[in-house]
T-cell receptor, first 113, second 115 residues
Framework: DVKVTQSSRYLVKRTGEKVFLECVQD?????MFWYRQDPGLGLRLIYF???????EKGDIPEGYSVSREKKERFSLILESASTNQTSMYLC????????????FGDGTRLSIL | QQQVKQSPQSLIVQKGGISIINCAYE??????FPWYQQFPGKGPALLIA?????SEKKEGRFTISFNKSAKQFSLHIMDSQPGDSATYFC??????????????FGQGTTLQVKP
């Protein structure tokens, strides 16, 4: 089974802080994704990466950046956290094309106070 | 163009009943339509998927119906069980030849099956 591990289940940070969310996968998948999940808005793609050091903007990249220095690790960075970034953040991986399953972690519930 | 609209937002069904969740899209280039199931506290997981060359796909109690001319597809859960209580997301994408494609998700439907 594919294992996608997100470093924290719950995180509380203050406005203006720099926040790091980490995601690690154990299956050598080339594609990795960061989504945020909000009620009534579904899953919205923030950034994705299809190889080490490669990244592509998703639908809502503003206020976020990402880092992928190793194939198994994909980090989401909130440069200066704001209250409207309070959300559930989900990491996912995929091997192969878009018609292959995406494997999700269990999410990080981030609260910005 | 890139949106997938999902309804209803929430659904309550009695045990043994049929749950129906609908999705609509605009982009006719979409050619892959998966459904993901998410239990509380867990990430979504692929449930079932369809391509537009077929009008229906069935896996156990779960069926996707696809209407290409109407640009709509739906998930039917037959004989719904309390264990089916979860959030369901439809999605769409363009497969093409690239491995860098992305899914466009609907807004999600929270299903509650009452015993």
């Amino acid at each position: 089974d594919v294992k996608v591990t997100q470093s924290s289940r719950y995180l509380v940070k203050r406005t203006g802080e720099k926040v790091f969310l980490e995601c690690v996968q154990d299956m050598d998948h080339e594609n990795m994704f960061w989504y945020r999940q909000d009620p009534g808005l579904g899953l919205r793609l923030i950034y994705f990466s299809y190889d080490v050091k490669m990244k592509e903007k998703g639908d809502i990249p503003e206020g976020y950046s990402v880092s992928r220095e190793k194939k198994e690790r994909f980090s989401l960075i909130l440069e200066s956290a704001s209250t409207n970034q309070t959300s559930m953040y989900l990491c996912a991986t995929r091997v192969g094309g878009v018609d292959r399953p995406q494997h999700f972690g269990d999410g990080t519930r981030l609260s910005i106070l | 163009q890139q949106q997938v609209k999902q309804s209803p937002q929430s659904l309550i069904v009695q045990k043994g009943g049929i749950s129906i969740i609908n999705c609509a899209y605009e982009n006719t280039a979409f050619d892959y339509f998966p459904w993901y199931q998410q239990f509380p506290g867990k990430g979504p997981a692929l449930l079932i998927a369809i391509r537009p060359d077929v009008s229906e796909k069935k896996e156990g109690r779960f069926t996707i119906s696809f209407n290409k001319s109407a640009k709509q597809f739906s998930l039917h859960i037959m004989d719904s069980q309390p264990g089916d209580s979860a959030t369901y997301f439809c999605a769409a994408s363009i497969t093409g030849s690239s491995n860098t494609g992305k899914l466009i998700f609907g807004q999600g439907t929270t299903l509650q099956v009452k015993p």
